[in-house]
């Protein structure tokens, strides 16, 4: 089970940082992500660490304003947003995946999702 915490209201400018809290399973053996949707949208990648070297990932329009992150101790991944727009507004969920292929920002490739956590990004 995957459960993201520290959604909210905040104004442009301003910080989060989502949690993905695991339980059942140790999040180091996966590949994970950060994925959001927006009313009407598509679900889409935001940021995503890949299992095989750990390296990291953000999508064009997140990038330079976000960081992931993760304490295994924890068994917790996070995502640190920074300079937040009205267009970042959307629902987050985090996942895994057992097998990642050519790129961790693509949903279809993940086998396990959290309920998500709404931000809003508003004056």
């Known amino acids: 089970q995957l459960v993201e915490f520290g959604g909210g209201l905040v104004q442009p400018g301003g910080s989060l940082r989502l949690s993905c809290a695991a339980s059942?399973?140790?999040?180091?053996?996966?590949?994970i992500g950060w994925f959001r949707q927006a009313p009407g949208k598509e679900r889409e990648g935001v940021s995503c660490?890949?299992?095989?070297?750990?390296?990291?990932y953000y999508a064009d329009s997140v990038k330079g304003r976000s960081t992931i992150s993760r304490d295994n101790a924890k068994n917790t991944v996070y995502l640190q947003m920074n300079s937040l727009k009205p267009e970042d507004s959307a629902v987050y969920y985090c996942?895994?995946?057992?097998?990642?292929?050519?790129?961790?920002?693509?949903?279809?490739?993940?086998?396990?999702w959290g309920q998500g956590t709404q931000v809003t990004v508003s004056s």
């Open positions: 059942g399973f140790t999040l180091d053996y996966y590949a």
């Open positions: 660490f890949r299992r095989s070297d750990g390296s990291t």
């Open positions: 996942a895994a995946a057992v097998f990642i292929g050519s790129s961790c920002l693509l949903p279809s490739q993940y086998d396990y």
